[in-house]
């Protein structure tokens, strides 16, 4: 049986790295997008993953498709389209945090006719983001697949990843983004998305909501400071991992791949019988994912694999102790 099966955006991340010496601006062509990041994260940390999605007959189509297989992910629901891939222009300031501006094309494309139900039903967790719940085609297949999957009793993960640009205004990524709530069991949220999917920015009092609407786990990450959880009526906070940030891009996909691969090595039914103690564990792993990532830059390139989470966790016990 399959771990995670991920739905939604392929494209390449335009990196600006610096100047040429004749002061042309540099970009290093990246492989990207947030559902086919999560797929390759959780890949690299052991799970056995796949993708569903749309590229361009193009060289940077045939470079995400290899991309996918190179990380051991199953790319057979990964379709060439007419369009040209999607690209998203990434600005890094200098404290690593980005900006983005996209040049949609490909990802958007993809109809519900594409998706099979059996990819669906093949997993135990099926993830997707809201890039693709934007106004295209893909809207509709993202909500057939999130929808199916619920029915079929498949697990269904869900990170906004709230980009401003590509949305009309916020009031419509609102809109959108809490309709499909009520078939998610494990959500992810940044600080500054709650808002978005709860109506408040209290930590408490919108992962309260969120889990009296019907979300098992609810998980707002807060950059340095790590991440709050929500999970069987107790709320509580999991610190974050001190590094030295290169680049922010792809460390809350890295997160929440390494938090899904850990979950599906619980068995087929990766939240029954899950305690508190035992999922602080499992995102305290995330957290030390994410951290290495952050310390590189680009977000495929830079996320870890298992031998490296665990080299960083054997160091941080080796620093505590007297």
């Not at 991340?13 to 947030?34: E, H, M, Q």
């Amino acid at each position: 049986m399959r771990d995670i099966t991920s739905i939604g955006e392929a494209l390449i991340d335009l990196t600006w790295t610096g100047k040429s010496p004749a002061g042309v601006p540099l970009y290093a062509a990246n492989p990207g997008g947030a559902p086919a990041n999560v797929a390759v994260a959780a890949a690299r940390l052991g799970a056995r993953t796949a993708f569903i999605g749309k590229v361009g007959p193009d060289a940077f189509g045939e470079q995400l498709r290899q991309m996918l297989r190179d990380n051991g992910v199953d790319d057979r629901g990964l379709i060439t389209g007419q369009s040209p891939t999607t690209l998203a222009v990434v600005s890094v300031d200098g404290t690593g945090e980005r900006s983005f501006s996209f040049l949609r094309g490909a990802d958007g494309e993809l109809s519900a006719d594409e998706v099979k139900e059996t990819e669906l039903e093949a997993g135990k967790i099926l993830h997707f983001g809201s890039v693709s719940l934007t106004p295209c085609r893909a809207r509709s297949a993202t909500i057939f697949a999130a929808r199916h999957a619920h029915r079929a009793g498949v697990l269904v993960s869900f990170d906004p990843n709230y980009r401003e640009k590509i949305w009309q205004d916020r009031s419509q990524a609102e809109q959108w983004i809490t309709m499909v709530l009520p078939l998610v069991d494990i959500l992810k949220l940044s600080q500054e998305e709650l808002p978005l999917a709860a109506g408040t920015e209290d930590l408490e009092e919108g992962t309260r909501r969120l889990e009296e609407g019907g979300i098992s786990l609810v998980l707002v990450t807060l950059g340095a400071e790590g991440v709050f959880c929500r999970w069987q009526g107790e709320s509580f906070l999991v610190p974050g991992v001190k590094t030295k940030v290169a680049d922010t891009n792809g460390a809350g996909d890295t997160f929440l791949g390494a938090l899904l691969a850990r979950l599906c090595r619980r068995g087929e039914h990766p939240l029954e019988g899950l305690k508190g103690e035992e999922l602080r564990e499992i995102l305290a792993f995330a957290n030390r994912a994410a951290a290495l990532t952050c310390s590189r830059s680009g977000a495929i390139p830079a996320m870890p694999n298992l031998e490296e989470v665990n080299q960083t966790a054997q160091a941080e016990y080796l620093e505590e102790l007297p």
